[in-house]
């Protein structure tokens, strides 16, 4: 994987996804003392990156994988990037997803045209539900992150980034299952080698970073974080690519995601869900270490269950 | 007051304000079958287009009025904007709050550099401890919206929004005291005649409605809305502008606002106050008489206590 993958995929993506803008807040730029720029993809279709990586897979199935359709197992943003570039693409999708998933991600799902099929909460009986699935349909399974596509697609969102600000000293990238820090990683080292990418992950689930110094795959074991997002484990291709191109990974507590998930909202009037505030975290960690430099702030994406808080609002007004 | 009023205030405050980004929403775009286009002064300095106005009038103050400083009674946002604009341009400012205000405000417009005086939370109290403070040190008092160098830069979103995006056939914005729904009407009508203002009021606080129809202001007496910055009752110099240039106003309940907000936070990742998505709540209810056509929507801010949203998470984590 190159620059030119990533390239490509941006071709192939370009007319579909949101060029996210890219925000800037005083307020961070006096805490750090640096000019720090935000890519905001919490404002990209389905409110995630993910889309970027699904729309680039999809796009590129075998017309017999397309008649055959798609298959994810997923609760999460994958689940929906993954129904909407199917069903932009006239391709049938069918997400497993455990029988406890909130209601609001499974209707979002099927409201993007997927099929819902539901499993118990635990990895084996997603991936044998979707294997019998698989099986009996000839359904494509798309991984959500071990896969070069899903990558490919990730990194157009550094890409942008960095053609549109130009050259950066850091770049500040959350990692859970570690697409879209592949993504990143190729597309900065590629466009500006001089960079640091710096990868930013929960320390109460730390296996990235584990991985990361002990050079082998951690398995993630009892994540216990408020970033959902980020309770994967490594893949064998995104470790590789991020042993390479990656300058270090970083740890932040569940406090101080809470804290930089507040700046997002309270300051910067975004909302921010705690996975994607997580490179702000890092960064607001470091931030005594640097000094005048230009940094990339990947937001990763904005999906948060706004129940709880639209209850209190409800009771103010009845 | 004309469109030449408007400019002039843009070349006052263009390099000190943000020039907020305009967004749009297939969503929105889905339900009401229109080109929306949202301007989004929640992005503005101190989250509310508050800031356009204060700033265009403190940096107009003679250099006399300056040296003695400024003041305002409000709790809201205008208290914050002119504590930020005073601060800026060197000059003291003292704002006059209920002792009951909310503590995140009073630290906010400390956090500016203003000094806050407290007093009772009656419009007596307020406008007494005023005086006394006028009196004794010469402070020149910022009126909220009723006062043309409010207006004027007020009016410089309209003016921002459609030389970005062109003719519009409709814009809608909120109305409280009227300043920005008269600073916006002048430039719309301005720059577009053909356009339709719509303003849009929440019901449990109906007075410019009323005063609208009856023409002549009416008290706003016990509002009772979310949106906070629309309790106030128009001025003589809004109300001018208003039954001049303004198509119409219209009315929205608190479902309608809470519904209107829940769109904003969820499906565009904006965090927006009640008293900003007023405006979408009565393009929402509007949207059945129109199609295909081109509106303007103003975000007036979002500012809002996020403390018990947080208190939740906070607990998530402990």
Redesign the interface.
């Known amino acids: 994987m190159e620059l030119s993958d990533i390239r490509e995929a941006y071709e192939r993506i370009k007319d579909t996804i949101v060029k996210t803008?890219v925000?800037t807040s005083?307020t961070v730029d006096g805490i750090t003392g640096c000019q720090v720029y935000f890519k905001c993809e919490?404002?990209q279709?389905v409110?995630a990156f993910k889309f970027r990586g699904a729309f680039n897979t999809v796009s590129q199935l075998t017309k017999e994988e397309r008649a055959r359709g798609v298959i994810a197992h997923s609760s999460g943003n994958h689940a929906q990037a993954l129904a909407l570039a199917a069903e932009m693409l006239g391709v049938r999708a069918t997400i497993v997803m455990p029988h406890n998933s909130p209601a609001v991600k499974v209707a979002a799902t099927k409201g993007y045209g997927a099929e819902v099929v539901f499993c118990e909460n635990t990895t084996e009986s997603r991936a044998s539900v979707a294997n019998e699935l698989m099986e009996k349909h000839g359904f494509t399974l798309i991984h959500p992150y071990n896969d070069n596509r899903i990558i490919a697609g990730a990194g157009t969102a550094a890409l942008e980034l960095i053609e549109e600000i130009g050259q950066l000293d850091y770049i500040f990238c959350p990692v859970g299952g570690g697409g879209l820090l592949s993504g990143t990683s190729i597309a900065t080292k590629g466009l500006c080698p001089e960079s640091k990418v710096i990868a930013v992950e929960p320390q109460n689930a730390d296996d990235a970073y584990q991985s990361f110094r002990a050079n082998k795959i951690f398995p993630s074991v009892n994540p216990n974080t408020?970033a959902d997002g980020l309770r994967t484990q490594l893949g064998e291709l995104t470790f590789e690519v991020i042993q390479k191109y990656v300058d270090d990974i970083i740890l932040v507590s569940?406090?101080e995601i809470?804290d930089a998930?507040?700046i997002f909202?309270?300051r910067?009037?975004?909302?921010?869900e705690p996975s994607g505030a997580v490179s702000l975290a890092g960064l607001l960690k470091m931030s005594e270490d640097l000094s005048d430099c230009k940094i990339g702030v990947i937001i990763s994406g904005?999906n948060i269950d706004?129940t709880?808080?639209?209850e209190?609002?409800?009771k103010?007004?009845s």
Do not use: A, C, D, H
């Open positions: 803008p925000m005083t919490n404002f279709r409110g408020i569940e406090q809470l998930m507040r909202w309270e910067m009037k975004l909302v921010v904005g706004l709880e808080f639209f209190l609002y409800s103010q007004i």
